[in-house]
């Protein structure tokens, strides 16, 4: 079984990526480590996040990288955000995606682009979104935890930013798959969305 789940940046959708790979045991890539990793080698390369073809160079990233705790600051999320609207450097990253989606057994991936480009044959499609300020207060105590004293202020406009950047992009923007299920977390605990997006796939599963 294959499950996408997509949406805009602190959605919750990474949380419900992980618990439902928990839940149904299934292997779990977040695709956006695949773009913050080419984002952190552009910085580390000191080249261009605005030049194609210096963020495609970057995107031969070392694999270890991806365990670099580094790569979840901020920063590096406005980089990913740049680096990602390259299309060659989309090109670079999209067979890797595809065999981990479509590996023996299923698996489950969480983006932007996973139920519309990477897996449009998915046995079950989530989109997971929130209000921005919901999103933003959600970011934002996560970074104060870090102890990062990013304003409230700056994380909403930041949110807003990459949305617009996100969704507009020609290659792959974020946009709801026809067939994918919404999932409104705005208002939910992580155990209610957790429990609504199991039953969005157990529904879907039916319907194979
Ligand atoms: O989900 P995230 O915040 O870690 O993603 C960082 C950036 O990577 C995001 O702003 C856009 C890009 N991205 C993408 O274009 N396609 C994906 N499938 C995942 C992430």
Not at 18 to 25: D, S
Not at 176 to 182: F, G
Not at 183 to 202: H, N, P, R, W, Y
Request: glycine letters at 6%.
């Amino acid at each position: 079984m294959i499950i996408a789940v997509d949406g805009p940046a602190a959605s919750g959708k990474g949380t419900i990526a992980k618990a439902l790979a928990r839940h149904y045991r299934l292997p779990h890539l977040d695709t956006g480590l695949l773009y913050r990793a080419v984002a952190f080698a552009v910085g580390q390369l000191d080249l261009d996040p605005e030049k194609e073809a210096d963020a495609v160079a970057a995107c031969d990233f070392e694999e270890r990288m991806l365990e670099d705790p580094r790569l979840r600051d901020d920063r590096i999320g406005r980089l990913a955000s740049i680096v990602s609207a390259h299309p060659l450097v989309r090109a670079a990253l999209l067979q890797r995606q595809k065999r981990f989606a479509h590996q023996p057994g299923g698996a489950i991936l969480d983006g932007r682009d996973i139920g519309t480009v990477i897996a449009p044959d998915a046995d079950a499609k989530l989109f997971v979104k929130a209000t921005p300020r919901i999103r933003a207060k959600r970011r934002h105590a996560e970074l104060q935890g870090r102890g990062d004293l990013t304003s409230f202020d700056r994380v909403l406009a930041d949110i807003r930013q990459r949305d617009e950047r996100d969704s507009s992009r020609s290659a792959a923007p974020l946009v709801m798959a026809a067939d994918a299920a919404l999932l409104d977390t705005s208002f939910l605990s992580i155990d209610s969305s957790v429990q609504k997006a199991i039953a969005i796939v157990e529904a879907a599963r039916l319907l194979q």
